[in-house]
């Protein structure tokens, strides 16, 4: 397979917040700003790459049936390498995130890359897929969370774009989230069909 | 008092759908009709109290007492993964009506964020045992709630004429958002 295609087909095509509709929660609940979103975006990243490459190399020692649970039990241990580090190094970071962080376990991405992709490839071809889908799921969250933060706030990655009078308090509120994003979905339809 | 405000501030204020976009994927995905809906609401709301009573009981007696605080993401998700597994295997046996009923929801429970978010949220806000499962309960409540509301709303939704672009997951998310909107005038009520 063409490694390109592999690795560019998480932006639009396959995208899994916009196509996909995957990974839901973590997507509406961090993306107040633009910040927390790429922050996000980069963690689920990190145990999307890990989990593929290690579910891939040890493909052919896991039994069958009980794929689901070693899938889950590979998450779980590089989310909590990810919440030590982030605890450690950007702590401030790790606090508006909050719950979000060890919910990357059950991210419907995390797992459905690994079962439906990362266990039938190769070590190369996976982690591009790892990768790719998970540098497309953080731009899906800069997107909306710069847009919500923008409208919301009159800031983008924390600088000042317009004046605080003219702002709606609403996008960074929680109906925000989900108004965004319903409008964001009808866009990336329309770009896909032309 | 204190329990009451627990329960109005799970179920209303700070619902764990509509505020702390928890369990959006059967929220967005099983909403279409509203018998699935109650089905979807009750399995949730049996599997989230006993995961809660259990992962606290794990949190207190194992993690906390022998300092291994940091497996507690790893713990957490076998045991609900695992508890989800016993459920379908006991309700098979004992309650063949129920199983009928709540059978091919309790597989998709164990990805479903509410339940592990609940467990966790449990532990952070270090509620008791009897704390907890009042915040469980009450969780699980504005969790059908939400649920319930929305398949109604969907359900009419089918039969209007809706923009072509805004058809399926846009509208509905969009409505979802007016619904938001409306739970955030419960707001400041605890």
Not at chain 1, 35 to 50: D, H, K, Q, R, Y
Not at chain 2, 34 to 57: P, W
Not at chain 2, 153 to 180: C, F, M, N, Y
Request: aromatic letters at 10%; a positive charge; glycine letters at 10%.
């Amino acid at each position: 397979m063409n490694q390109w295609k592999n690795f560019s087909k998480g932006f639009i095509k396959e995208n899994p917040v916009f196509v996909l509709l995957l990974g839901m929660c973590p997507t509406l609940g961090v993306t107040s700003s633009a910040i927390n979103g790429l922050g996000m975006g980069l963690a689920t990243t990190f145990v999307l790459l890990m989990s593929n490459i290690v579910v891939s190399l040890i493909k052919s020692q896991i039994p069958d049936k009980v794929r689901i649970p070693s899938f889950i039990v590979i998450i779980a241990a590089f989310v909590t390498v990810v919440q030590l580090v982030m605890q450690a190094y950007v702590p401030e970071l790790y606090k508006s995130l909050g719950l979000f962080i060890p919910l990357i376990v059950v991210n419907c991405i995390v797992l459905g890359r690994a079962e439906a992709f990362a266990s039938k490839n190769n070590l190369v071809t996976a982690a591009v897929d790892g990768l790719g889908i998970g540098l497309g799921f953080t731009f899906a969250l800069v997107l909306l969370g710069g847009i919500r933060e923008l409208l919301g706030s009159g800031k983008l990655f924390d600088i000042i774009i317009y004046s605080e009078n003219y702002v709606t308090l609403l996008f960074v509120l929680a109906p925000g989230a989900f108004i965004v994003l319903g409008y964001l979905i009808a866009i990336i339809n329309r770009i896909k069909k032309d | 008092m204190n329990y009451l405000v627990i329960v109005i501030g799970a179920i209303l204020v700070n619902n764990i759908v509509l505020m702390q976009f928890l369990g959006i994927c059967p929220f967005l995905g099983v909403s279409k009709r509203l018998s699935t809906a109650v089905g979807m609401a009750g399995a949730v709301a049996f599997v989230m109290v006993l995961a809660t009573i259990v992962t606290y009981l794990i949190q207190v007696f194992i993690l906390d007492a022998f300092g291994l605080a940091f497996l507690q993401t790893i713990a957490f998700i076998l045991v609900i993964a695992s508890l989800v597994q016993l459920v379908e295997i006991i309700l098979k046996k004992v309650s063949p009506a129920l199983y009928q009923a709540l059978g091919i929801f309790l597989p998709l429970i164990t990805t479903n964020c509410a339940i592990l978010g609940v467990a966790i949220l449990t532990i952070q806000k270090e509620f008791n045992l009897v704390e907890g499962v009042i915040f469980a309960v009450s969780n699980a409540i504005g969790f059908g709630l939400a649920l319930l509301l929305f398949a109604g709303i969907r359900e009419h939704l089918d039969l209007q004429s809706v923009p072509k672009g805004l058809k399926g997951t846009p509208i509905a998310l969009i409505t979802a958002g007016i619904l938001a909107m409306a739970f955030m005038g419960f707001s400041g009520l605890v």
